[in-house]
């Protein structure tokens, strides 16, 4: 398991974004796969390169922190 601790993961499961000293960050993408001009808001979670959840952005105007079940599977291909 690519996590430091059990408690970062069980934060990543219920949605809530660790805090500092967890190696895991935020980056902010989109995802194009149904629309290209929809670019649906992603919130990517990364640890050590590597792409570990993927949630929507709250923000963005388009898709407001919803995914479709492309953009909740774009973990396994991002």
């Known amino acids: 398991m690519p996590f430091q601790t059990k408690d970062t993961y069980e934060q990543l499961m219920r949605g809530k974004v660790p805090g500092g ?10 995802c194009d796969i ?3 001009h ?3 808001g ?5 640890q050590d390169g590597v792409v570990i959840k993927v949630e929507g952005t709250k923000e963005n105007p388009h898709s407001e922190g919803t995914l479709c079940s492309k953009g909740n599977a774009s973990r396994q291909y991002i």
């Open 38 to 40: 929809s670019h649906c």
């Open 21 to 30: 000293g967890t190696g895991v960050e935020v980056r902010k993408t989109i």
């Open 42 to 46: 992603i919130d990517a979670y990364v």
């Open 34 to 36: 149904c629309n290209p």
